[in-house]
């Protein structure tokens, strides 16, 4: 009797095998965002959840966030990957061929991002330069902001809690509800934006890539502000969003094959 695929699969394997998916894909995962993924109640995540950090297939970080766990990264479970850098650059260069202008892939670390790697424009004559290994305020950053917006009010309100402790910076003054305010608004885009706020004369949009390796990461574009229109940010915007769901894709398709 040839039976039917949906009525013999077990549910609880099931769910436990697509939050395995998402953690891979994510880098970490709340019990909320678990319960919206899986259309069920809190309790019943936080179960299989409990259930994957009791085998070590997942382990409960900070801010009681789920991540993959030793059983599902020890050799013969995950092949060696390169660094993130690396597996990033193809999609930075199909970027930068997209958009025509200087493109970077950051990470978030604490309340700074860090220029991992870009390419300049090569076709404009007015363009903005390169910042790989600069580091910048997040909230002031497009890149910045797209990755700070992936994060819960709470966990922004940490971060900077932390970092107000640093005698490094004391002296800035940080605007907590201004910040809030532009996250959710690249919430609702979808895209993070900066206009003439961490340097003058430059305007820039990023998408978040996630969590990837531990880190979160971000594509961005930036070009004088002199040349941005409200068509280019439209554009780019769509080239981001395109770039960084094929990247995503190719890590998915990696992880699993």
């Known amino acids: 009797m040839i039976r039917n695929e949906e009525s013999s699969r077990v549910e609880a394997v099931h769910r436990a095998l ?3 998916k998402l953690m891979a894909e994510n880098g970490s995962l709340s019990v909320t965002e678990a319960a919206k993924e899986l259309d069920v109640n809190p309790s019943t995540a936080q179960r299989l959840l409990a259930t994957l950090v009791g085998d070590g297939f997942a382990r409960q970080g900070e801010q009681k966030r789920y991540s ?38 950051a990470t978030l670390v604490g309340t700074e991002i860090h220029h991992l790697d ?31 917006a992936d994060l819960t009010p ?19 003054k940080i605007d907590l509800a201004r910040i809030h305010a532009d996250l959710e608004k690249t919430r609702r885009r979808g895209v993070g934006a900066n206009y003439e ?18 880190e979160h990461a971000a594509f961005s574009v930036a ?20 770039t960084a769901k094929e990247f995503k894709e190719h890590e998915i398709a990696a992880q699993v094959s």
Do not use: W
């Open 18 to 20: 697509v939050l395995l």
């Open 68 to 105: 993959p766990g030793p059983e599902f990264l020890r050799p013969g479970m995950m092949q060696p990957v390169p660094p993130l850098r690396l597996r990033a650059r193809p999609y930075l260069e199909r970027l930068s061929e997209r958009v025509g202008e200087t493109v970077h892939l």
């Open 118 to 148: 870009g390419i300049e424009a090569t076709t404009q004559a007015l363009r903005f330069g390169l910042r790989t290994g600069v580091v910048l305020p997040a909230h002031v950053t497009s890149a910045g902001k797209a990755m700070l």
């Open 154 to 172: 709470q966990e922004v309100d940490a971060r900077y809690k932390i970092a107000a402790t640093s005698s490094a910076r004391r002296d800035r």
């Open 197 to 214: 706020e961490s340097e003058d004369g430059v305007a820039a949009l990023a998408v978040s890539l996630g969590v990837i390796d531990g």
């Open 223 to 242: 070009l004088p502000s002199a040349r941005f229109t409200r068509e280019d940010a439209k554009r780019l915007a769509n080239c981001l969003v395109q």
